[in-house]
């Protein structure tokens, strides 16, 4: 016995629930880069104002300076790897919820054709 099944109906249904579970990690996705910004502007006007004492600073507090704007520019890459393994990580585990959800929508299409043939 063929099953009639309508493949505009499926696509549409898993599509649905994919979106559906995906707007969560947007929603999460754009506040942790919201939390990124802010700490990078922080970061960076750091980062400006030590160029300004460096530019104003006595010869012999410079090389204090110089060093202390290293260390700012190293956090500055902390802080990027930082949301980068976030980011990653939220991904990682918003795909497996997709794909979970996914696979249950299709579980119960295929049972309910399963159904509706007998």
Do not use: C, W
């Not at 979106?19 to 947007?26: C, I, K, P, V």
């Amino acid at each position: 016995m063929a099953l009639n099944i309508d493949l505009d109906v499926l696509k549409d249904g898993l599509y649905a629930a994919s979106e559906e579970a995906s707007r969560n990690y947007f929603d999460t996705g754009a506040e942790q880069y919201k939390n990124y910004k802010n700490e990078l502007r922080a970061y960076t006007d750091n980062l400006a104002v030590l160029k300004k004492e460096i530019a104003e600073a006595p010869q012999d507090l410079k090389e204090v300076k110089l060093e202390s704007m290293v260390l700012q520019q190293r956090s500055i890459n902390s802080l990027v790897d930082k949301y980068q393994m976030i980011m990653v990580h939220e991904a990682a585990e918003q795909l497996k919820e997709v794909l979970k959800l996914v696979a249950t929508t299709a579980g119960k299409i295929a049972l309910s054709l399963v159904i509706a043939a007998v």
